[in-house]
């Protein structure tokens, strides 16, 4: 009886550690999947006079559209903020808490390079997942051409 309460035990502890971890490699996924879109959106903030205007010329392999980094950065809050409204509303955010755009910019003009940090929190509470109750910290970056 004692030897079977304590396997019992062990077993749930597992289960407790396990569902906790899968539930912050998700998170990972979401917040990568969070900075690709949000890349990919950024580099939609492309002026539309350069892309549709009378004197737009196309893209070459060294560029042609120019992206300004404050519209990336606009391009990347927006989205990131209407993302964790719909999240939000459909219950699917997962345990992301406190996800903060760390950086969003162009470096060469062309690409749009985002970063992202949150906070996953653990599925389950044990006392084997508690020193983590606060949260694991993650991030991901992300970037995308605009032609």
């Known amino acids: 009886m004692l030897l079977t309460t304590g396997l019992l035990a062990l077993v749930l502890v597992l289960v407790t550690v ?10 990972r996924k979401r917040l990568a999947d969070l900075a690709d879109s949000a890349a990919l959106a950024a ?14 010329v196309p893209p070459t392999e060294s560029g042609g ?14 989205h990131v903020q209407t993302r964790a409204a719909l999240a939000t ?4 955010s997962g345990g992301l808490v406190e996800v903060v755009v760390t ?5 060469d003009g062309v690409s749009a390079t985002v970063t992202l940090e949150a906070r996953s929190r ?19 970056t992300a970037t995308a051409r605009a032609w």
Do not use: C, F, K, M
């Not at 396990?18 to 998170?27: I, N, Q, Y």
């Not at 580099?43 to 737009?56: F, L, R």
């Open 18 to 27: 396990g569902v906790s971890v899968a539930g912050v490699h998700l998170d």
């Open 43 to 56: 580099a939609d903030a492309v002026d539309p006079g350069a892309v549709y205007g009378a004197d737009a």
């Open 65 to 78: 559209l120019a992206l300004d980094d404050d519209a990336v950065r606009r391009a990347v809050e927006e």
């Open 89 to 92: 509303a459909g219950g699917g």
């Open 103 to 107: 950086s969003a910019g162009s470096p």
């Open 122 to 140: 653990p599925t389950l509470i044990s006392w084997a997942t508690r020193p983590w109750s606060d949260g694991v910290p993650l991030h991901a």
